[in-house]
């Protein structure tokens, strides 16, 4: 099992930057690639973006390339999501992923997740 922890979220004006975490523990060998979704009220689970751990290769979501920059720290099992130029339409619980296949795509299966952290942006 793979236990996923986030933090980092919370409110912040349009324009604003956060910077989320996400630590992993247990059975880390067994992760090769961590990313993020996120869930908007009323709406359903989006893909957010992910990394592959063994060589830091990265897919992003139309929505958030060039504002959003995933990364990860194999030292401390952890993969990070800097946001900037936030928008309102990014108001969402973000959560952290793992999965234990090297697939980048959206379709790709993951097989953990987090409990989430909300990220409100105000207009």
């Known amino acids: 099992q793979v236990h996923l922890e986030e933090s980092g979220g919370g409110l912040v004006q ?3 930057s956060l910077r989320l975490s996400c630590v992993a523990s247990g059975r880390t060998a067994s992760v090769s690639t961590m990313g993020w979704i996120r869930q908007a009220p009323g709406k359903e689970r989006e893909f957010v ?3 592959r751990r063994r060589d ?3 897919n992003y ?3 958030v390339k060039g504002r959003f920059r995933i990364s990860r720290d194999n030292t401390k ?5 800097q ?3 936030l928008e309102p339409e990014d108001t969402a619980v973000y959560y952290c992923e793992a999965g234990g296949t090297p697939g980048l795509t959206p ?3 993951m ?3 987090g409990q989430g952290t909300q990220v409100t942006v105000s207009s």
């Open 14 to 16: 349009s324009g604003g």
């Open 49 to 51: 973006a992910r990394i």
């Open 56 to 58: 830091g290769t990265t």
């Open 61 to 63: 979501a139309d929505s």
């Open 77 to 81: 099992n952890t993969v990070y999501l």
């Open 83 to 85: 946001m900037n130029s």
């Open 107 to 109: 379709a790709q299966a």
């Open 111 to 113: 097989d953990y997740w």
